[in-house]
């Protein structure tokens, strides 16, 4: 596993000096900067896991640098330190982007310890499918499924409301791009969208995550800090996985969406916010009630309105779609050529499971843009995992028709369904359920499909 690149800016060479050597020690690989312009230099160079950034420097300071860094990356995380810390600055830091405030003098575990969190954060965030900074605004959700069109309906109704969403569906859907979609449509598009990973955040510290704290709180609370509501005020707060939020920290949350104020740890200030919040579960919700681990009142407060998002196996017609976007996205990011993807390779990818959905498809068309042929994707080039859990019917045959390469995909691709999908109700006996189990799909994603493809619902009970 490669080491982690931290990039490294001070206008203070002992302290530029002493900083390097401790990173180096915890097995980071540190380039060192002596100023802001130097740094946003390497920064256009290499590629860099963290930023670590000294508040006050000539040339360019370090906001300016935050600044800088955002427009070219914002999933890199910058730490911002200072001598010269206020409140007011660190809302300004942290709303302008920076992963975090520490100020002068600090104890080096408390540095690393937000390096460690700031690099899981990154770990987690580039996991995600996440919105490339020329799409920003724009957000956009590929597909033309009967389910995507659902979900671009239900965004559509509501982003422009206050109303709490609840997003839902399995790891690797895309939940975090409905919630960027939801808050780029809505009035609050201008103001922050805040996003917390509940699962990424250690227990004895969400509370200050999302709350703050005041100097002296507890030990290590060298300066006040705000929270995420805090600076999600007048924005949206993104809740990725409230599943994983303790019982306890539930009721907290359930206090504030409640009266819209709250206090800090350690402190006695009611804060006042204006927060709309999207939250997002890859977790039966339902059954962590019953079984004691969700509170059902919190429950109905952000299940406002619901929005699931389909599994890509349930949505295969969108698969063409997906990979042609990918294609073109890794083409761009790593300055290849490739035009096409066989007929055969693309029959592969549209009866492939992909069990990590949306995320799974996207890290494949990566590696093979990467590692593949110069201008083609053939299915020679695809895993032994993509070939080995399937046998994939003929590729159909038709009639050779005037049109785009994506015309014909998606004509053969609603062909395939409809065979497969015919087979299996003649398996089953003609039993919905039964057939939407043996195809890996939900009971509504069959009729849907039925109801495009012309099929007639031929199962007796409802």
């Known amino acids: 596993m490669p080491q982690p690149r931290i990039l490294l800016a001070d206008d203070e060479v002992n302290i530029l000096k002493v900083l390097s050597a401790m990173l180096r020690r915890e097995g980071y690989d540190v380039h060192a900067a002596q100023d802001g312009v130097e740094a946003l230099k390497a920064f256009g160079q290499k590629v860099f896991d963290a930023v670590i950034t000294d508040l006050k420097m000539p040339g360019m300071d370090g906001m300016t640098l935050l600044r800088e860094i955002a427009k070219k990356d914002p999933d890199v995380p910058v730490i911002i330190i200072t001598a010269h810390g206020t409140v007011d600055t660190a809302v300004e830091a942290l709303k302008t982007g920076a992963f975090d405030y520490i100020t002068k003098p600090f104890e080096q575990d408390d540095l690393k310890a937000v390096i460690a969190k700031a690099l899981k954060t990154r770990e987690l965030r580039t996991a995600d499918q996440r919105v490339e900074p020329a799409e920003r605004g724009r957000v956009p959700i590929i597909g033309t499924s009967a389910a995507i069109r659902e979900v671009h309906s239900l965004i559509a109704r509501v982003a422009g409301s206050d109303s709490t969403v609840l997003i839902t569906g399995e790891s690797g859907t895309g939940k975090e791009l409905v919630a960027a979609a939801l808050h780029a449509g809505s009035p609050r598009a201008a103001r922050p969208f805040i996003k917390i990973n509940c699962a990424a955040i250690p227990r004895e510290l969400m509370e200050s995550e999302l709350f703050g704290h005041e100097r002296g709180a507890f030990t290590g609370a060298v300066a006040s800090k705000p929270g995420r509501f805090e600076l999600a005020d007048g924005g949206t707060l993104f809740l990725d996985e409230i599943g994983d939020l303790p019982l306890e920290m539930q009721a907290k949350l359930l206090r504030v969406l409640q009266e819209a104020a709250f206090e800090r740890v350690g402190g006695l200030k009611t804060i006042k916010v204006d927060v709309r919040l999207i939250a997002a579960s890859n977790r039966d919700l339902q059954k962590d009630i019953e079984a004691g681990k969700f509170r059902d009142d919190l429950y109905y407060r952000v299940n406002v309105v619901p929005i699931e998002i389909p599994a890509l196996r349930e949505r295969r017609d969108d698969i063409p779609l997906l990979t042609e976007h990918f294609v073109d996205k890794y083409n761009r990011r ?43 994707i053939a299915a020679d080039d695809l895993p032994e995992e993509i070939v080995s859990r399937q046998v994939p019917p003929p590729i159909p045959k038709m009639e050779i028709r005037t049109g785009s390469m994506k015309d014909i995909v998606k004509q053969a691709t609603a062909e395939l369904e409809r065979d497969l999908i015919t087979r299996a109700l003649d398996e089953t006996g003609g039993n919905v359920t039964r057939a939407a189990q043996k195809l890996g799909i939900s009971r509504k994603s069959v009729q849907i499909k039925m109801k495009e493809l012309g099929l007639r619902d031929t199962e007796p009970q409802a």
């Open 334 to 376: 790593h300055h290849k050529m490739v035009q096409l993807v066989t007929a055969e390779a693309m029959n592969y990818l549209v009866n492939y499971p992909w069990p990590g959905n949306v995320r799974e498809l996207e890290n494949l068309i990566e590696r093979l843009i990467l590692l593949g042929g110069p201008d083609t």
